[in-house]
């Protein structure tokens, strides 16, 4: 026992004797849920064929399950898994030794282009599963950049962004926040690139399972397309997308935009205008209801305009709708990026990066049923956590493992403070 320093008439010490303690007691959460769900079964079931599965020592199954866990942990690459190949909780559900760092780089650079396939249909159907006994749903299409350091394929310059980059399409419930699908593009397309087939093919999926549901579509100016708008008017679907500001549009503002003016800009006021009208452009087919917002912020003056099917007044369409796609999607962007790491895409394949997407959205679709599960409980501070709340305050629990002939068992801290939180969702 050597001192480390004096804190007044007591000597600071330590020693390494203490018991083999893992600070990741709450895999066994994570192990339930997928246990109950079969959720990572089933894309593993989609993705792999290896008849001869006896040849090698970890099965697919394990080696996703180990890379979902451990990003939803906090271990954003393969490389942190050589600080966990002792840790007794991962090693207990894992069978004992765990995946190496080649074993994991192995894997990820064993998909092709067939293999996403699959697990993008396998992600939409997993979707479909949840919308029982909802009578609507949104969704939510928004893009982000995923900037690019190294010789990956794909990894492009472009000039909206002025960086090299991965160009990241998501489709986001509206409601839940579930990732119903991500999408890895080259870095130089264009936003829309892709969108208008993916959401189409996602619609006709939904409504083989759930004809009757109504569904809503959102998204930016991007998205903005005489091609979006036929084809969502074909579907029968509710949509609210913003539009780039243009000469005409703004002539039909043009004397409101002139009262905010004068009446609130210029005298440094903050003040709303909201006005909807019926703009049909030279490459439309036919003339869309406009949502046309007119903001003097105090500061400056900000012009907004959005298309749309829906029914109500400019204000409630923009205010009670449109801009709940913030929350609902980007936010949830930022939550993929900073907390499991979609934008840690470093293998140099395309596929094998594309991969790394999708097991960053299963894990979060992960976080997110264990954010459910917190919502039943009467724990009503925990509502609200995000998936780095979660993991910080709830999976991150000191605990041992004791094994005997009979019994596997798991003592977590006496001085965890959510152990009464942690205790429902593992025994009830």
Not at 155 to 183: A, C, E, K, M, R
Not at 243 to 272: C, M, Q
Not at 382 to 404: E, F, G, M, P
Request: aromatic residues 12%.
């Amino acid at each position: 026992m050597n001192s480390i320093f004096y804190q007044g008439n007591r000597v600071i010490s330590g020693d390494f004797k203490g018991e083999r303690t893992t600070s990741d007691g709450s895999v066994i959460l994570l192990e339930k849920i997928e246990r109950n769900t079969k959720c990572i079964l089933r894309y593993c079931n989609r993705l792999f064929d290896r008849p001869k599965q006896c040849l090698v020592k970890y099965s697919m199954y394990t080696l996703l399950k180990y890379r979902v866990y451990t990003v939803l942990l906090g271990y954003e690459d393969c490389n942190d898994v050589e600080h966990l190949k002792d840790d007794p909780a991962l090693g207990q559900i894992f069978g004992g030794r765990l995946p190496s760092q080649p074993t994991l780089s192995r894997f990820e650079n064993s998909v092709g282009r067939s293999e996403i396939w699959s697990l993008s249909e396998q992600m939409i159907e997993e979707y479909i599963t949840t919308l029982k006994d909802r009578e609507e749903m949104i969704i939510d299409v928004d893009s982000t950049d995923d900037k690019t350091h190294g010789s990956q394929e794909f990894s492009l310059f472009n000039g909206f962004y002025d960086h090299t980059i991965y160009n990241q399409l998501f489709f986001h419930d509206g409601q839940t926040g579930q990732i119903i699908l991500p999408v890895l593009r080259p870095g130089n397309v264009h936003t829309s690139k892709w969108a208008v087939n993916i959401l189409e093919r996602m619609i006709d999926k939904i409504r083989e399972v759930y004809p009757q549901i109504r569904i809503k579509v959102r998204a930016d100016a991007g998205y903005s397309s005489p091609e979006v708008y036929t084809m969502l008017r074909k579907k029968k679907v509710d949509y609210c997308i913003g539009i780039p500001s243009n000469r005409n549009l703004r002539r039909k503002i043009e004397l409101t935009h002139e009262e905010v003016y004068n009446d609130y800009y210029l005298k440094g006021e903050k003040h709303i205008e909201m006005r909807d009208f019926d703009y049909k452009a030279s490459s439309w087919c036919s003339s869309e209801k406009v949502v046309a917002k007119i903001e003097s912020t105090g500061k400056g003056l900000d012009t907004r305009f959005v298309v749309t099917n829906l029914e109500g007044t400019a204000k409630d369409i923009y205010y009670d709708f449109y801009v709940k796609r913030g929350d609902a999607s980007e936010n949830r962007i930022k939550e993929m990026k900073n907390m499991c790491f979609a934008d840690r895409l470093s293998d140099h394949r395309f596929w094998a990066n594309y991969l790394r997407l999708f097991i960053s959205s299963i894990s979060f679709n992960l976080g997110l049923r264990i954010r459910q599960g917190i919502q039943e409980t009467d724990h009503e501070k925990a509502h609200n956590w995000q998936v780095s709340s979660i993991r910080t305050y709830l999976l991150k629990v000191a605990a041992t493992v004791k094994i005997t002939k009979t019994r596997v068992h798991y003592r977590f801290s006496k001085s965890f403070v959510h152990q009464k939180l942690l205790e429902e969702l593992l025994f009830h």
